[in-house]
T-cell receptor, first 114, second 113 residues
Framework: DGGITQSPKYLFRKEGQNVTLSCEQN?????MYWYRQDPGQGLRLIYY???????QKGDIAEGYSVSREKKESFPLTVTSAQKNPTAFYLC?????????????FGPGTRLTVL | AQSVTQLGSHVSVSEGALVLLRCNYS??????LFWYVQYPNQGLQLLLK??????LVKGINGFEAEFKKSETSFHLTKPSAHMSDAAEYFC???????????FGRGTSLIVHP
């Protein structure tokens, strides 16, 4: 089955630690996205990538970093500079830069700071 | 610039009653509009989308939405709520050169027996 996988499902981080969230897709999509979801705030865009080896900051990129070395993979690192990282993180993908494109979402990773 | 407003963070209905979730958008060019549903601790999945082919759009699970340009609205409806409809619903807009959608804050649908 084609789709997006995210791992781990739950992640716990200690203060000062960097953690990396995995996102893999086998839909052959060019574009991939990372969103942060907090209760009552909808989805906020962290980073997005249209093609391999290229990515752009979204609305809340501070304290996060990404890479796009392979078409199917778009990992997100939450660095110690992100002061309030506890949230639900969603990865998404679509075919490419078109306003009519549906986004396909992974199941999410819930990150908690201890 | 594009934006979307979902009226009501929570909507509560009885099982079998009409479901109406409101979404108003702002866009300087003709928009594409989407409704997504999110079940607890899961990702979002597409319910339906408007791409200018027809103003009344039918989606999965008996939901539909009507694009009204004069009211800049794209409200989601379902004639009869089912317990399994309880979830978070997000309206999103993308338009023109901005192929990245803007999401609303979401509306939580609560269905009472």
């Amino acid at each position: 089955d084609g789709g997006i996988t995210q791992s781990p499902k739950y992640l716990f981080r200690k203060e000062g630690q960097n953690v990396t969230l995995s996102c893999e897709q086998n839909l052959n999509h060019d574009a991939m996205y990372w969103y942060r979801q907090d209760p009552g705030q909808g989805l906020r865009l962290i980073y997005y990538s249209q093609i391999v080896n290229d990515f752009q900051k979204g609305d809340i990129a501070e304290g996060y970093s990404v890479s796009r070395e392979k078409k199917e993979s778009f990992p997100l690192t939450v660095t110690s500079a992100q002061k309030n990282p506890t949230a639900f993180y969603l990865c998404a993908s679509n075919l490419g830069p078109s306003s009519a494109d549906t986004q396909y979402f992974g199941p999410g990773t819930r990150l908690t700071v201890l | 610039a594009q934006s979307v407003t979902q009226l009501g963070s929570h909507v509560s209905v009885s099982e079998g009653a009409l479901v109406l979730l409101r979404c108003n958008y702002s866009s300087s060019v003709p928009p594409y509009l989407f409704w997504y549903v999110q079940y607890p601790n899961q990702g979002l999945q597409l319910l339906l989308k408007y791409t200018s082919a027809a103003t009344l759009v039918k989606g999965i699970n008996g939901f539909e939405a009507e694009f009204k340009k004069s009211e800049t609205s794209f409200h989601l409806t379902k004639p009869s709520a089912h317990m399994s409809d309880a979830a978070e619903y997000f309206c999103a807009v993308s338009s023109g050169g901005s192929y990245i959608p803007t999401f609303g804050r979401g509306t939580s649908l609560i269905v009472h027996p």
